[in-house]
């Protein structure tokens, strides 16, 4: 569907090309490099990034010496530059060439934007072992005195120290290391970045070897991550030189951390790979890491630069619809294992200073409760009964037939005791107390709430015991838990964890354990209720969640993307019509993130006042160690965002 929101977002399109170049055939190779730069403006790209030394072929060996080359290099780099003043679709191209400056030669990487080179970064570190005799030819550009080189056209900044900076958008700043600048001690992209580069291009011209992709992958998702920036990577094409090596066309695309697109490699045809670059993760990632402002900052010299950023209609970067939950088996399996742990571990830790016989918990027979049981039941395991479980199912008016057998059925199949006690009797009374009249609102579905957890502490103190938290950090997002009733607990197992990861983590339990499976997969099935409310007729649940809030994978959609990665209305709500624009209209999507945002800043004074807790993921809400925010501070700011920004793409309320 049509994505409202996309033009009001700020991603920068870049580019990674691989063309068929061929040594020493210049003639060829700008061919390709255009017809390159044509593919990849029409995807929408706004940077292309070419490998090391495409304009001559990185293979071209003692040829590198020869006068004629490097004449007709340089000649070269005109169409290259009357290429980005003709194109229909403004684009700026880092392309690759051997420059000669006062008698050494220099690997250089251009930057070429409007019919101008605006500037040639060279390459430091110089491999000179195995298949690679970079020093052979090149001068490190740690050596370069000049600052400015003339090709015939004019003076040009060069130098290790150039940034090329935006001059309409203070976010994009650009900023080029060549090749085995990465592989080295002390890449220059970790001072750049540090200096304010927020997209560092690394044109490159690395050799396939068994094994070496997943370590160039890895080594640019650690860059990328170690300097909050975007990575862009490109390695020369299969049409260099094969006389002792081959060279894949590798590229990968990376952003703090995360790979947005990669290409596949040892292919013949041409290979352009796009991604939309999101400066506003970036910039928030560097505002989040202490350290970031540690770092001493170099003194860069700035090239401004128009680079006509436009949005494409569409989005080129991956939308995980469950941000909180892996997308891979293996990986999904691990992380319900290493949460379920440090749950285990924080609880058991907790239980044995406190000196704790037993673990007293509610049990619903929804998924909270269900997950926090799991935890207490591995605890007792831990501490080889030191520890013992007492499960407490407190049946209420609103409590289904199908909540109480589960609960029933889980605690049995655990072999943990349950005792119930109901709650009806003693609600009536405290209502009857207060005078209440006996309508069914917010005093009477919380009283019931209160009453659960009086009975929770006072058995706590008959038995020695801790009472243990079941409420998750999607409810404590949106204080969907009531004051000192369910808000409250000794320790609180669930509270770093998001309901879909939950729900997640129960599957994989059931998956794993036979004797689980069944109830467990039910619980799964059943709607999300506090259950506060009377059943229908046919015994149904009546109270949903998710009809009331919006559905818990939204919600946490916006948790990640608000919380952790601090993104603008604009954004988060482009991504979230691209991961459930099939099942949500883009006016439902803003209506639950006006939501999330209202209830996110008017419940904070139930997080001020929260129980400890384990913390399991990035994304916590402890006021003692995440998240510190006034319990009285206003939403004001990004409602008003959210109304500009309806407004703008003719989005209604």
Request: glycine fraction near 6%.
């Amino acid at each position: 569907m049509k994505n409202p929101f996309r033009k009001a977002c700020s991603f920068v399109r870049v580019a990674t090309v691989s063309p068929q170049t061929r040594p020493a055939d210049i003639a060829n190779n700008i061919a390709r490099i255009l017809e390159a730069a044509d593919a990849a403006v029409d995807q929408g790209a706004t940077i292309i990034v070419y490998p090391e030394l495409c304009i001559t072929g990185y293979t071209c060996g003692d040829v590198f010496t020869l006068p004629s080359l490097l004449e007709a290099a340089s000649t070269a780099l005109v169409d290259v530059m009357e290429w980005t003043q003709t194109s229909e679709k403004p684009a700026t191209l880092v392309v690759g060439l051997p420059v000669l400056v006062d008698s050494h030669l220099y690997n250089m990487a251009a930057v070429v934007h409007d019919g101008r080179v605006l500037g040639l970064v060279p390459k430091i570190a110089l491999p000179n072992a195995h298949e690679y005799y970079d020093a052979r030819w090149f001068t490190s550009g740690s050596n370069l005195q000049r600052t400015e080189v003339d090709l015939g056209f004019g003076a040009i900044p060069c130098g290790t120290d150039l940034v090329f900076a935006d001059s309409e958008d203070p976010r994009l700043v650009l900023a080029i290391e060549v090749c085995e600048d990465l592989w080295s001690a002390m890449p220059p992209s970790g001072w750049l970045a540090v200096s304010g580069a927020t997209v560092i291009v690394n044109p490159s011209a690395s050799t396939e070897l068994v094994g070496k992709a997943a370590y160039r992958r890895t080594l640019v998702q650690q860059q990328s991550a170690r300097t909050y920036s975007a990575y862009v990577y490109t390695s020369a094409g299969v049409g260099e030189s094969t006389t002792d090596v081959v060279y894949g066309g590798h590229q990968i695309i990376a952003e703090a951390g995360e790979i947005l697109a990669e290409s596949g490699r040892l292919l013949r045809e041409r290979v352009v790979t796009v991604a939309d670059i999101d400066l506003d993760r970036v910039v928030s990632a560097r505002l989040d890491a202490t350290s970031w402002r540690q770092e001493p900052v170099r003194a860069v010299r700035r090239i401004a630069v128009d680079f006509a950023l436009d949005q494409p209609p569409t989005v080129a970067r991956p939308v995980r619809r469950r941000p909180f939950v892996p997308t891979a088996p293996d990986e999904r399996r691990q992380v319900a294992e290493d949460v379920m742990r440090i749950q285990t571990i924080g609880l058991a830790i907790r239980a044995e200073r406190a000196r704790a016989r037993r673990l007293v918990i509610g049990v619903s027979g929804g998924l909270d409760s269900t997950l926090a049981l799991l935890v207490c039941n591995a605890v007792a395991q831990e501490m080889d009964g030191d520890v013992t479980t007492l499960a407490v199912t407190m049946p209420g008016p609103g409590t289904t037939d199908r909540t109480l057998q589960n609960a029933r059925a889980l605690c049995s199949a655990l072999g943990i005791e349950l005792r119930e006690i109901p709650i009806g009797p003693a609600v009536e009374q405290h209502l009857r107390d207060i005078g209440h009249r006996g309508h069914h609102d917010i005093t009477f579905e919380n009283a019931q709430a209160r009453e659960r957890t009086q009975i929770l502490m006072d058995l706590a103190n008959m038995e020695g015991g801790l009472v243990v938290g079941t409420g998750d950090l999607s409810e404590l997002a949106l204080g969907w838990c009531t004051y000192n009733a369910d808000h409250m607990s000794m320790y609180g197992v669930n509270a770093g964890v998001p309901k879909t990861l939950v729900r997640h983590i129960i599957e994989e339990v059931g998956k794993a354990d036979e004797a689980l499976r069944a109830v467990l997969a039910d619980i799964v099935e059943t709607p999300v209720s506090p259950e506060l409310l009377p059943p229908t007729t046919s015994g149904i649940i009546a109270q949903r969640t998710e009809e009331v809030l919006g559905p818990y994978e939204l919600h946490d959609f916006f948790l990640y993307h608000v919380v952790r990665l601090k993104l603008p209305a604009a954004t988060v709500l482009t991504l979230a019509v691209e991961a459930f624009g099939k099942d949500f209209r883009p006016q439902q999507i803003a209506r639950y993130y006006r939501t999330f945002v209202t209830r996110f800043f008017s419940q904070q004074f139930k997080r001020s006042s929260m129980p400890d807790s384990v913390k399991v993921g990035t994304v916590a809400l402890s006021p003692r160690a995440d998240w510190r925010m006034p319990s009285d501070a206003s939403a004001a700011v990004w409602l008003e965002e959210l109304d500009e920004l309806l407004a703008q793409c003719n989005v209604q309320r």
